[in-house]
């Protein structure tokens, strides 16, 4: 049977060749008959006519053979469906409105679907990835929801976990190489040992990382990304073995990453192992990002009640850092936050993209309204034909399955033309690459997208198609051949449907026109919000990184940035330069506890955490930042090293009410640090965005104050000509 419908198949569209092959046949066969009536002795005339005799009716065996080889319902639907588009075919204004408005609709929706199924549906490249999660903590005693996970977790985790198969600690970061011509900040990772196993990542030159390489005082190595080894080292094997200069140090390349390796939208030029030293190991830290794979069979309710456990184990086992205590850390109230690893990376974006969703098929939902109308209008010109087909004998089926037809076909053709343009519409969105949505590398519109084009374009040809059938598929013969009639009038019911599905599209573009003006309102009120900082326009930022091995010392490290700024300030065009560690609207977070000499705390007591941030002489003038109280940063706070910070205008108010009595206040991070004064107070930044919180901050000068990791500084330029080619 198989073959058969295979054989039937093949021979649509070759009826008048293989007629052509029958009747040259069927003409070699009467001819060698007729020879042989002749030797037997017939005259030419008479040996044809026993010949075609013998033979049989070729006419009937012809129209046998067609029968045997057609496929009746596909022939039919092949025959309709060319009459359908010689039909559409003279009604050219209608079809290209037909089309356009469905391109527009499926198209939209299209490509929608492309970055959900990019971003949400497809699963992570990685075996056993539903047992794959992010191992997270909660603080309410500080008011920390997600807490970063830390060496002494990391270590605790490996040596007393019930639950997880494997864990592992990652993080990512600016990697300065300086092996080569000129100096190169890369995009780098640091991860523990167990993190590409767990991942079933396997080198495709050299070996992975072990136990060892992670351990303090173990021989440097690291990993390159296949990218990178293929631009820089033009793909050859024999770098293995090879030392490069890496953030000062020299490291030597033990391995290649596969080509096409991602890992949670972290890009991996160079990856080396997170160091630590297990005798020394203390609580705190919480610098890293944790990922686990559960045993067989374990819930993430029971991974959390697992964690819980050893968090207590955690405590009784790792000294505090020096200055506070493991009350403290008790006082936190740690507790579990374990999460699947695709929530992680996906956050809250999915409740963005389907409400989106939603919204372009409402979007569809008018189209295929207003199609329908048209259609309606259409089939009520095509009244008077429809009923005479009635008459002469053609089925409501019939009539039905035309007009049905019909409209899958604009359907379908609506339905390619939006395919392509929501291939476009995804090229543009991945080549804006929006910051917030993740696997970009993910998203197109593939074999999935175009699946699903197929689909809705089916389904919007038999919704909009469906309300012409109903009314018109069973055609009244005699209102229908007096409807048409030069004095007919439409009556009431005639317009019904039309009126109703006009009041539908009105109801739905009513909808989205609402949420389009919350979303406007929303839009303005968060562009009136005051960020902080003064003119975003005339800002260029860019991040330089001093190696380790640039300078000998702090001061001489300082003295370097002074120098760069100098320069800088000399460009044409450029009015006024600085450098701080945090850039304004990043969601630049590292925190400590802040101390003031004029309150007492309790022995165990956690001080509020507050947001640390280096800040160079300048920083502020530089951004715009009114100053509230005191004043700004020198160069000679920071040379002298003077004990000084400034701190944010909320900071100043929830300790001492007013940014006035704030400055000449002592403030500290431990009780083992000398106090630091407060010498100004600028106005709030909103260092997390427009949409969140103003952060309370302390500024903290670098070298003498409580300022730190200032060898990485993002530069601030202040000019007319911020963002254009020549700078």
């Not at 049977?1 to 060749?17: A, D, K, N, P, T």
């Not at 380790?548 to 370097?560: G, H, K, P, V, Y």
């Amino acid at each position: 049977m198989l073959r058969v419908l295979i054989s039937r198949l093949l021979g649509l569209g070759r009826h008048r060749r293989m007629d052509q092959e029958f009747d040259e046949e069927a003409a070699a066969h009467l001819e060698m008959l007729a020879q042989r009536f002749v030797a037997r002795g017939m005259s030419p005339e008479e040996a044809r006519g026993a010949a075609r005799k013998q033979f049989g009716g070729v006419t009937r065996m012809k129209e046998d053979l067609r029968e045997m080889r057609a496929v009746p319902a596909l022939e039919t639907l092949l025959r309709d469906a060319r009459h359908t588009l010689r039909r559409l075919a003279r009604s050219p204004v209608f079809t290209a409105a037909t089309v356009l408005t469905l391109a527009l609709g499926i198209g939209a929706n299209t490509a929608i679907f492309s970055v959900i199924h990019g971003v949400l549906l497809k699963p992570l490249p990685f075996p056993g990835r539903d047992r794959l999660v992010s191992v997270w903590q909660t603080a309410p005693g500080v008011k920390i929801r997600d807490l970063n996970p830390s060496i002494a977790d990391y270590v605790t985790y490996r040596e007393h976990s019930r639950t997880f198969e494997d864990v592992a600690l990652w993080n990512g970061f600016s990697i300065t190489v300086t092996e080569f011509a000129e100096p190169e900040s890369v995009a780098g990772m640091g991860v523990t040992f167990r993190l590409f196993p767990m991942l079933g990542v396997k080198p495709v030159l050299g070996r992975l990382f072990t136990e060892k390489d992670e351990f303090r005082g173990s021989p440097r190595v690291l990993m390159l990304g296949h990218g990178y080894w293929m631009r820089r080292f033009g793909g050859d094997p024999k770098v293995i073995g090879r030392r490069i200069m890496a953030d000062g140090a020299a490291r030597e390349i033990i391995g290649v990453l596969p080509p096409g390796f991602w890992f949670m939208d972290q890009p991996h030029h160079l990856v080396v192992p997170i160091l630590y030293d297990r005798a020394n190991v203390r609580l705190g830290g919480y610098n890293f990002q944790g990922v686990a794979r559960l045993r067989p069979g374990v819930d993430i309710a029971r991974a959390n009640a697992d964690l819980a456990r050893m968090i207590s184990i955690e405590m009784g086992s790792f000294p505090a850092p020096e200055g506070m205590s493991p009350k403290m850390f008790e006082e936190a109230r740690l507790a579990p936050n374990i999460r699947p690893l695709m929530d992680d990376l996906v956050g809250d974006i999915g409740k963005t993209l389907w409400v989106v969703m939603a919204t372009v098929g409402i979007v569809l939902l008018i189209a295929c309204a207003n199609i329908a109308n048209l259609l309606l209008a259409r089939t009520e010109a095509r009244a008077q034909e429809l009923a005479v087909r009635r008459a002469l004998g053609a089925s409501k089926g019939r009539i039905g399955w035309e007009i049905i037809l019909e409209s899958l076909i604009l359907a379908l053709m609506g339905g390619g033309a939006g395919a392509a343009i929501a291939a476009g519409m995804v090229r543009l969105v991945v080549a804006l690459t929006p910051v917030r949505l993740p696997r970009l590398d993910q998203i197109a519109v593939d074999s999935t997208a175009l699946l699903f084009t197929f689909v809705i374009s089916s389904a919007a040809g038999l919704a909009f198609g469906a309300l012409p059938v109903l009314k018109h598929g069973g055609v009244a013969l005699a209102q229908s051949l007096r409807a048409g009639g030069r004095n007919a009038s439409s009556s009431r019911h005639r317009h019904f449907a039309r009126n109703m599905l006009t009041a539908v599209q009105v109801a739905l573009a009513l909808v989205l026109l609402i949420g389009s003006a919350l979303m406007i309102r929303t839009f303005q009120a968060m562009r009136k919000v005051d960020p902080g900082f003064g003119d975003p326009g005339s800002l260029q930022t860019l991040r330089v990184s001093v190696p380790d091995n640039a300078t000998r010392n702090e001061q001489e490290l300082l003295r370097l940035h002074q120098n760069l700024a100098e320069r800088l300030s000399g460009i044409p065009g450029v009015s006024q330069v600085s450098m701080i560690n945090g850039l304004p609207m990043t969601g630049f977070m590292s925190q400590d506890p802040i101390l003031a000499s004029d309150r007492t705390y309790a022995a165990n007591q956690i001080p509020p955490l507050r947001r640390f941030i280096t800040a160079m002489p300048g920083t502020f003038s530089t951004l715009s930042v009114p100053l509230r109280a005191g004043r700004e940063l020198t160069w000679t706070d920071v040379h002298a090293r003077r004990r000084v910070a400034v701190i944010s205008e909320s900071f100043a108010r929830e300790y001492w009410g007013s940014a006035q009595a704030a400055v000449g206040r002592l403030i500290r991070s431990t009780v083992r640090d000398p106090w630091t004064e407060v010498i100004g107070v600028v106005s709030d930044i909103r260092h997390d965005g427009v949409d969140q919180r103003v952060p309370t901050v302390v500024y903290w000068a670098p070298g003498g104050g409580g300022g730190r990791g200032f060898g990485s500084m993002t530069y601030l330029l202040r000019g007319p000509r911020a963002g254009s080619e020549s700078y």
